[in-house]
């Protein structure tokens, strides 16, 4: 069968490896859609960052080559022993992210940094290819009223979903969204699901078109540094959000994040940075603002997310920017994503075309 598998640096490529058959506790998934994340790009061109390179991981026991792909739905087409959580034909999403459940972290309920965790399309291999095996107490059943196509965006909405539980918003909160990319505008829906009002910034307008058709309550183009900072202030009556996101991932942004936040606010980071940004801590301790970073996901998160999703306080549709067969995936859709002026957020793989 095809996958799309990650050497090296630089290094990926379409081949035909073996058909994998499920273990015990595992199922055997047809992949019908695999979604290309920024992170996998960021993994290909600056990496291996976040993909196990240079020894075994500690649950899979496997490292690079590996199947990349970590946004995935697929259908259940055989069971190993001991699963009876779903049946074949069962329409699921992957929930990516397997811990050990022994450690410190597990132990303390903070299984999104579990030292030993395994991630599809990271730690062990993902979704892009025709068939994978996954543990049978990991993927989730999809209501009717969620697509196929839709379903690898649960993943990134879940993260976002993860953000905003980290965050202790309140209703009635005043949230800034630094970058509106897909994660950003998932986390601007979530974070409206929590009741907050929030104030959507980008440097791009067909960003903040999207943003406001997403919800936001206000739309601030960046460009002017100064200019936005002045205008989200008088936006939150001269204090300042009290919780401003970072999800842009870029080399000033988490500075502006600290700088725009209200005295004795959150700093959400969500981004993920192949940049060293540089920050004043002084802005931090003065003002005594909280930052906190946000990765993956905890139990529960990706469970919460498909019932948002389900009750319409989610969308992800105008996200799904093109649709390409796994066989053009590095060209219409590597190479597309890597384009500086993409205009694209998801581009969705799928594997049976």
């Given at each position: 069968?095809?996958?799309?598998?990650?050497?090296?640096?630089?290094?990926?490529?379409?081949?035909?490896?073996?058909?994998?058959?499920?273990?015990?506790?595992?199922?055997?998934?047809?992949?019908?859609?695999?979604?290309?994340?920024?992170?996998?790009?960021?993994?290909?061109?600056?990496?291996?960052?976040?993909?196990?390179?240079?020894?075994?991981?500690?649950?899979?026991?496997?490292?690079?080559?590996?199947?990349?792909?970590?946004?995935?739905?697929?259908?259940?087409?055989?069971?190993?022993?001991?699963?009876?959580?779903?049946?074949?034909?069962?329409?699921?999403?992957?929930?990516?992210?397997?811990?050990?459940?022994?450690?410190?972290?597990?132990?303390?309920?903070?299984?999104?940094?579990?030292?030993?965790?395994?991630?599809?399309?990271?730690?062990?291999?993902?979704?892009?290819?025709?068939?994978?095996?996954?543990?049978?107490?990991?993927?989730?059943?999809?209501?009717?009223?969620?697509?196929?196509?839709?379903?690898?965006?649960?993943?990134?909405?879940?993260?976002?979903?993860?953000?905003?539980?980290?965050?202790?918003?309140?209703?009635?909160?005043?949230?800034?969204?630094?970058?509106?990319?897909?994660?950003?505008?998932?986390?601007?829906?979530?974070?409206?699901?929590?009741?907050?009002?929030?104030?959507?910034?980008?440097?791009?307008?067909?960003?903040?078109?999207?943003?406001?058709?997403?919800?936001?309550?206000?739309?601030?183009?960046?460009?002017?540094?100064?200019?936005?900072?002045?205008?989200?202030?008088?936006?939150?009556?001269?204090?300042?959000?009290?919780?401003?996101?970072?999800?842009?991932?870029?080399?000033?942004?988490?500075?502006?994040?600290?700088?725009?936040?209200?005295?004795?606010?959150?700093?959400?980071?969500?981004?993920?940075?192949?940049?060293?940004?540089?920050i004043d801590f002084n802005s931090v301790v003065g003002p005594e603002v909280t930052v906190l970073g946000s990765v993956a996901t905890s139990p529960g998160d990706m469970e919460a997310t498909v019932r948002l999703m389900a009750q319409g306080k989610i969308n992800v549709k105008p996200l799904i920017s093109k649709v390409v067969p796994l066989s053009r995936a590095i060209e219409d859709g590597f190479n597309?994503?890597?384009?500086?002026?993409?205009?694209?957020?998801?581009?969705?793989?799928?594997?049976?075309?």
């Amino acid at each position: 069968m095809k996958a799309i598998v990650y050497h090296d640096n630089k290094d990926i490529r379409l081949e035909d490896i073996p058909e994998p058959v499920p273990g015990p506790n595992e199922v055997k998934l047809r992949i019908t859609n695999a979604s290309i994340c920024a992170t996998d790009i960021e993994e290909w061109q600056f990496g291996p960052l976040w993909v196990q390179h240079g020894s075994p991981n500690a649950l899979t026991g496997r490292q690079t080559p590996l199947v990349l792909g970590h946004e995935i739905s697929g259908h259940v087409v055989e069971l190993g022993r001991n699963v009876d959580s779903v049946k074949v034909g069962d329409r699921v999403v992957v929930n990516n992210v397997i811990t050990c459940g022994t450690c410190f972290w597990c132990q303390k309920g903070q299984q999104a940094v579990c030292p030993n965790m395994a991630v599809a399309g990271f730690m062990t291999d993902g979704g892009l290819q025709e068939y994978m095996v996954w543990p049978g107490d990991h993927v989730i059943v999809l209501p009717e009223s969620i697509s196929d196509v839709e379903g690898p965006l649960i993943e990134p909405a879940t993260v976002a979903v993860h953000g905003v539980r980290r965050s202790g918003v309140r209703p009635g909160d005043n949230v800034a969204v630094i970058g509106c990319g897909t994660v950003g505008l998932l986390t601007l829906q979530a974070f409206k699901a929590a009741g907050a009002r929030v104030i959507a910034i980008d440097v791009r307008e067909q960003s903040l078109d999207l943003a406001l058709q997403l919800g936001a309550d206000e739309v601030l183009n960046s460009l002017d540094e100064q200019a936005a900072a002045t205008k989200l202030r008088e936006l939150t009556d001269g204090i300042g959000p009290d919780i401003v996101v970072e999800s842009a991932g870029a080399r000033e942004t988490p500075r502006m994040a600290i700088e725009w936040v209200r005295r004795g606010g959150t700093v959400l980071l969500i981004g993920i940075y192949s940049a060293k940004p540089e920050i004043d801590f002084n802005s931090v301790v003065g003002p005594e603002v909280t930052v906190l970073g946000s990765v993956a996901t905890s139990p529960g998160d990706m469970e919460a997310t498909v019932r948002l999703m389900a009750q319409g306080k989610i969308n992800v549709k105008p996200l799904i920017s093109k649709v390409v067969p796994l066989s053009r995936a590095i060209e219409d859709g590597f190479n597309r994503m890597l384009d500086p002026n993409k205009d694209v957020f998801r581009i969705v793989i799928q594997p049976g075309t």
